[in-house]
C-alpha cells in the first residue's frame, strides 16, 4: 500500500498570498497517477488536478500541480477567500487507491 | 450536469446490515465506474470500493472485503453498497463518486449520506 503523507498539516495564509503544499509517497507513484482535491466544510471534495498537473474541467489557473516519483506539489498562486479549504492527494497508481491525511489552508 | 443523490444512511446496531444506493443523472451511466468512498467524522478520506462500468469488476479496500459488497443497475442509473457485519469503525459519510476514465480517480461526486454504527 502507497501511504501518502501531506505538509504541513495547517498552512495559515492571508488572501493574496502563494500557497505550497506538498504531498509525499512511501513509493513511486505510478505515471504521475496523483491527484489533488478540494474540500470545504458540509460539502464533498472537488476534483481539482490529476495526472499531478493536469487541472480538471472548470478549475482556474492559479491552481498547479507538480512532481513525480514519490515528491508532489499542490500550489495556489494567489489565495482567494474561496480557497481556504482542507486540500487532499490521492494516488491512483496502484491499489488500494489511497489519500493523504489533508492539508488545511486558513487565514 | 452529473449529479449523484445517495441514501439509506442511518444508525444501525454493531453488527447489523445496512444498504446505500446512489441514484446518477446526467450521464449515460453503464459508460463510468463508481466508487464509494468515506469519511469517518472529523477525519480524511478513504476509498472503499470501485465497480466497473458493465459491473464485471469490483474491487475492495481491506476492511470493506467479505462484509460489504458493491453492484449496480445500469437499467436503473443505480449504485449500491450492501455492507454487512457493520463496526462502530464503519462509522463515516459515505460518498458515492464518478471515476473520471475508468482511471481511480473522481470528477463527480453526491452529497455523502451517514453511516453511524452504535448501540
Known amino acids: 500500500e502507497i501511504v501518502l503523507t501531506q505538509s504541513p498539516g495547517t498552512l495559515s495564509l492571508s488572501p493574496g498570498e502563494r500557497a505550497t503544499l506538498s504531498c509525499r509517497a512511501s513509493?513511486?507513484?505510478?505515471?504521475?497517477?496523483l491527484a489533488w482535491y478540494q474540500q470545504k466544510p458540509g460539502q464533498a471534495p472537488r476534483l481539482l488536478i490529476y495526472?499531478?498537473?493536469s487541472r480538471a474541467t472548470g478549475i482556474p489557473d492559479r491552481f498547479s500541480g507538480s512532481g513525480s516519483g514519490t515528491d508532489f506539489t499542490l500550489t495556489i498562486s494567489r489565495l482567494e477567500p474561496e480557497d481556504f479549504a482542507v486540500y487532499y492527494c490521492?494516488?491512483?497508481?496502484?491499489?488500494?487507491?489511497?489519500f493523504g491525511q489533508g492539508t488545511k489552508v486558513e487565514i | 450536469e452529473v449529479q449523484l443523490l445517495e441514501s439509506g444512511g442511518g444508525l444501525v446496531q454493531p453488527g447489523g446490515s445496512l444498504r446505500l444506493s446512489c441514484a446518477a443523472s446526467?450521464?449515460?451511466?453503464?459508460?463510468?465506474?463508481m466508487s464509494w468512498v468515506r469519511q469517518a467524522p472529523g477525519q480524511g478520506l478513504e476509498w472503499v470500493s470501485t465497480?466497473?462500468?458493465?459491473?464485471?469488476?469490483?474491487y475492495y479496500a481491506d476492511p470493506a472485503k467479505g462484509r460489504f459488497s458493491i453492484s449496480r443497475d445500469n437499467s436503473k442509473s443505480t449504485l449500491y453498497l450492501q455492507m454487512n457485519s457493520l463496526r462502530a469503525e464503519d462509522t463515516a459519510v459515505y460518498y458515492c463518486?464518478?471515476?473520471?476514465?475508468?482511471?481511480?480517480?473522481?470528477?463527480?461526486w453526491g452529497q455523502g449520506t451517514l453511516v453511524t454504527v452504535s448501540s
Open positions: 495526472g499531478a498537473s
Open positions: 463518486a464518478k471515476e473520471r476514465d475508468s482511471r481511480g480517480y473522481w470528477d463527480s
Open positions: 513509493q513511486s507513484v505510478n505515471n504521475r497517477y
Open positions: 446526467g450521464l449515460t451511466f453503464s459508460t463510468y465506474s
Open positions: 490521492q494516488q491512483y497508481g496502484s491499489t488500494p487507491l489511497t
Open positions: 465497480i466497473s462500468g458493465s459491473g464485471g469488476g469490483t
